[in-house]
C-alpha cells in the first residue's frame, strides 16, 4: 500500500462535475495513465560552472545538464534531452521526479517550486508529494535475494485536464549530502494533451 501525503497543501480543482465523474471512471477502471518523468541533473557540472543563484533568483540552466526520461510511449520529442515534450490524454497523471547523475552519493537535486507559463487549465496545479514505499535493497552476503526497506519517495503530481499544450518552469536546487544548498536552477519543459 502507498500513502501519499501533499507537501505544499496544494490541492487539485477539476473544472466541473462531469470532469470528476469522468476522472473517477478512469480512476476506477484503470483508464487512467501514471506518466513519470525522471529528470536527471549533471550536478557535478552544474556546481563546477554554474554555482550560485537564489530561491528567488535561480540560473537557467545554459548548456544541455539536464536530461528528461519518460515511457517512450508518451514522448512527442526530445527523450532523454533538457526539452521534453509529452503527449498524454485528459485525466492522466503526471508525476515529476529529480536525480543526480551520482543519485545522491554525491549531490543531490530537489524541485521546488513549479510555474505554468503557457496553457491555463491544461493541467491541474501541480503539488509536491511525499509517499512512504518499499523498495528492494541489496544484501551483498545474499544478492539473488534482496531485502526491502521503507522509504520516503518525493514527487511533484498533476491531472491532465484539457486538450492543448502547455508550457511549464520547473525550479530545482543542488545540495551536497548534509543538506547545503549549492546552486539554485530552473527549466522549461512541455506537455500536450491529446485528448
Known amino acids: 500500500m502507498v500513502m501519499y501525503r501533499a507537501i505544499t497543501g496544494g490541492t487539485r480543482l477539476l473544472k466541473s462535475?462531469?470532469?470528476l465523474i469522468d476522472y473517477l471512471e478512469k480512476v476506477m477502471t484503470g483508464q487512467q495513465n501514471i506518466i513519470d518523468i525522471l529528470m536527471v541533473m549533471d550536478a557535478?557540472?552544474?556546481v563546477e560552472k554554474h554555482a550560485g543563484g537564489s530561491v528567488s533568483n535561480p540560473i537557467v540552466i545554459p548548456?544541455?545538464?539536464i536530461y528528461l526520461i519518460c515511457n517512450s510511449a508518451y514522448v512527442d520529442f526530445g527523450q532523454a534531452s533538457k526539452e521534453l515534450k509529452i503527449a498524454v490524454k485528459s485525466l492522466d497523471e503526471i508525476r515529476w521526479r529529480s536525480t543526480s547523475i551520482s543519485l545522491g552519493s554525491a549531490y543531490f537535486?530537489?524541485?521546488y517550486a513549479f510555474k505554468l507559463v503557457k496553457g491555463d487549465n491544461i493541467i491541474s496545479a501541480?503539488?509536491?508529494l511525499e509517499a512512504e514505499v518499499k523498495e528492494p535493497l541489496p544484501d551483498p552476503a545474499n544478492p539473488t535475494k534482496p531485502k526491502t526497506q521503507t522509504v520516503q519517495n518525493y514527487f511533484w503530481s498533476s491531472t491532465a485536464l484539457s486538450q492543448g499544450e502547455a508550457t511549464y518552469t520547473f525550479y530545482f536546487?543542488?545540495?551536497?549530502?548534509?543538506g547545503n544548498p549549492l546552486g539554485y536552477y530552473y527549466w522549461d519543459p512541455f506537455i500536450k494533451i491529446t485528448e
Open 44 to 46: 557535478d557540472t552544474l
Open 173 to 178: 536546487m543542488i545540495l551536497d549530502r548534509e
Open 109 to 111: 537535486s530537489l524541485l
Open 17 to 19: 462535475p462531469t470532469n
Open 126 to 128: 501541480p503539488v509536491a
Open 63 to 65: 548548456e544541455p545538464l
